[in-house]
């Protein structure tokens, strides 16, 4: 059965996915376009961090940063390869928002690539309900980003 909580990103098998993540961010994205954050970059307050389990083993992680005024971004999303196509990445985003939806938020917001190794992710956000949207906060777009959002 999966479960999903939170969790401190430097757990071992955690901060081995995180850096699948930014393996892989970095490698089909320019550094200077690349917004993944590090497992330091995770552990500030104003993030809350998750992880989703079956039986123990991780599946998938997900974050939220608060952005103040009602808002906050979804980061670091990333499914383990076996558990692609499954309703990992699905079930993650599914929780992060029922939390956001807990803490008061009004809306989420999320950057992702937009090219077509991003296309499975952005499938995802898509039906669930979010929406292209401008760029946000610090953001300057370009070819390699693509933005969404969530009213909740």
Do not use: W
């Amino acid at each position: 059965m999966l479960v999903i909580e939170q969790e401190d990103p430097l757990t071992p098998d955690v901060k081995a996915l995180l850096q699948t993540h930014l393996d892989f961010c970095h490698e089909v994205t320019p550094l200077e376009h690349s917004f993944a954050l590090d497992v330091e970059k995770l552990r500030v307050p104003e993030i809350t961090f998750f992880a989703a389990r079956d039986d123990g083993l991780l599946l998938g992680v997900g974050a939220l940063k608060e952005l103040g005024a009602g808002e906050a971004e979804l980061k670091s999303m990333h499914t383990s390869k076996e558990s692609r196509g499954k309703g990992v990445g699905t079930a993650i985003v599914a929780h992060i928002l029922e939390f956001a939806r807990s803490q008061n938020l009004t809306r989420v917001n999320l950057e992702t690539g937009s090219h077509p190794p991003y296309e499975p992710a952005r499938r995802l956000y898509l039906g669930l309900g979010f929406q292209p949207s401008a760029p946000f906060g610090d953001y300057v777009p370009s070819e390699f980003n693509t933005f969404m959002s969530i009213t909740l």
